[in-house]
T-cell receptor, first 113, second 112 residues
Framework: GENVEQHPSTLSVQEGDSAVIKCTYS??????FPWYKQELGKRPQLIID?????GEKKDQRIAVTLNKTAKHFSLHITETQPEDSAVYFC????????????FGKGTHLIIQP | ETGVTQTPRHLVMGMTNKKSLKCEQH?????MYWYKQSAKKPLELMFV???????ENNSVPSRFSPECPNSSHLFLHLHTLQPEDSALYLC???????????FGPGTRLTVT
């Protein structure tokens, strides 16, 4: 089955700086890679995703890059703000939908004022 | 409440009790999922229902029993749980041929 590794487990950055979280996956058949943000005591929320036929996707301050050859994908957050503090999870899956996601262990992002 | 709802939000039960978790989605989706979130572990997929049929069961102990009576409702029946089953149980839903999954707020389960 799929295995997703996520690094780092904790990331502390100064407000205004950029943050990068990296994930690797094991199954070359995986074709969908979402990122979820989970604030303390709240549900995971989908913030951005990328499919295997795309190398990069951007949404305002958030971007995701995918390297299929190396089987890794990354989340980039620019101009970080206090409200970006949360736990971020990457995930991977393959199939045509209605397949479970395999998640990484999460990264606790701390934005220092 | 819109989106995906779960009840109860908190549950404390003894090892000999029987309880059920409920999930309801108001998004017109037709696939539903149960995940388990334990401290310092990744979210673990437990069950997948697609068009009300169970399509995935990730080696979950039989003390967890899912039920999906229709595309809007999903249950997780619990009996004779162990303390290590204490966790946040998250429900999610999606369209069958779409990847985007939307999560409910979770049920925080404590087994004493």
């Amino acid at each position: 089955g799929e295995n997703v590794e996520q690094h780092p487990s904790t990331l502390s950055v100064q407000e205004g700086d950029s943050a990068v979280i990296k994930c690797t996956y094991s199954d070359s058949a995986s074709n969908y890679f979402p990122w979820y943000k989970q604030e303390l005591g709240k549900r995971p929320q989908l913030i951005i995703d990328i499919r295997s036929n795309v190398g990069e996707k951007k949404d305002q301050r958030i971007a995701v890059t995918l390297n299929k050859t190396a089987k890794h994908f990354s989340l980039h957050i620019t101009e970080t703000q206090p409200e970006d503090s949360a736990v971020y999870f990457c995930a991977a899956t393959y199939g045509r939908g209605a397949d479970g996601l395999t998640f990484g262990k999460g990264t606790h992002l701390i934005i220092q004022p | 409440e819109t989106g995906v709802t779960q009840t109860p939000r908190h549950l404390v039960m003894g090892m000999t009790n029987k309880k059920s978790l409920k999930c309801e989605q108001h998004l017109g989706h037709n696939a539903m999922y149960w995940y388990k979130q334990s401290a310092k572990k990744p979210l673990e997929l437990m069950f997948v229902y697609s068009l009300e049929e169970r399509v995935e069961n990730n080696s979950v102990p039989s003390r967890f029993s899912p039920e999906c009576p229709n595309s809007s409702h999903l249950f997780l029946h619990l009996h004779t749980l162990q303390p290590e089953d204490s966790a946040l149980y998250l429900c999610a839903s999606s369209l069958v041929h779409s990847y985007e999954q939307y999560f409910g707020p979770g049920t925080r389960l404590t087994v004493t």
